[in-house]
């Protein structure tokens, strides 16, 4: 039996990409899913599914994320924060407005969602688990990432931060600094929005230590052991799923 049978999961991003495949991964042995996008999600999911569309750059979305959850499934059992943005931003070009956005997706939301999911747990006084997606580039990042590292960097100190705050409650909180992943979102990227061809992703795997890029179901079944009973007491850990630390020499 699954340590996850009978948990109700929030995944935030699960229209697409690493998000998608946490969730449906989860869905073969959670009781229910809680699922946010700015679009609806197209896969058929093995349990109860209530989809809640909504822009995490928004400071009332997160609330309403979980209002939503609770007022349909009465609980939270556990949080993904796989929702992010990884738009290009560096000190050559100094852009306020970008830096507001990426931090109000990759670091505001997370903290008002684990804000809100802590809450409930702890209101029940039962035990929960959050997973944080982060990134790889937290630990430098690359030039043209310098916003984004930043926020994911500021993310993964939240991630600790709660760890350490709610260990007592049984509240367990981890992270996954993800790396360079393959994804039909980031082969429509390389393959067509970039005009580097089909395959052009696979031929820079082939470089790699694995001899391939982490696969989002890679993420998805770290994430799965990370939310279940099966990975406890860890708490407060970050995770490197990445083949080497980007920016570093």
Known sequence: MSSLEGKVILVTGAARGIGAAIAEN??????????TDLADMCADLSCPVETI?????????????????????????GLVNAAGLTTRGSFLA????????LFAVNARAPYQLMSGAITDMRGRSAPGSIVNIQSINAHCGASDLA????????????????????MT???????????????????HL?????????????????????????????????TAYLLSDASAPLTGAAIDLEQKIVGAP
């Not at 989860?26 to 699922?35: G, K």
């Not at 916003?147 to 709610?166: C, M, R, V």
């Not at 696969?215 to 998805?220: E, V």
Request: hydrophobic share 40%; glycine share 8%.
């Open 190 to 222: 390389h393959d067509v929005t970039l005009g580097k061809g089909t395959g052009w992703l696979t031929k820079q795997g082939l470089d790699l230590p694995l001899g391939r890029l982490i696969s989002a179901d890679d993420a998805a079944r770290l």
């Open 169 to 187: 409650d049984h509240i367990r909180v981890n992270g996954i600094n993800l790396g360079w992943a393959d994804t039909e979102t980031e082969r």
């Open 26 to 35: 989860l869905s073969y042995s959670a009781e229910a899913l809680v699922q």
């Open 94 to 101: 100094p852009d306020p407005s970008l830096f507001d956005h």
């Open 53 to 77: 569309r909504a822009d995490l750059s928004d400071p009332n979305a997160s609330p309403r994320i979980i209002a939503a959850a609770l007022e349909r499934f009465g609980r939270i059992d």
């Open 147 to 166: 916003i984004y590292a930043a926020s994911k960097g500021a993310l993964q100190t939240l991630t600790k931060n709660a760890a350490q705050a709610h």
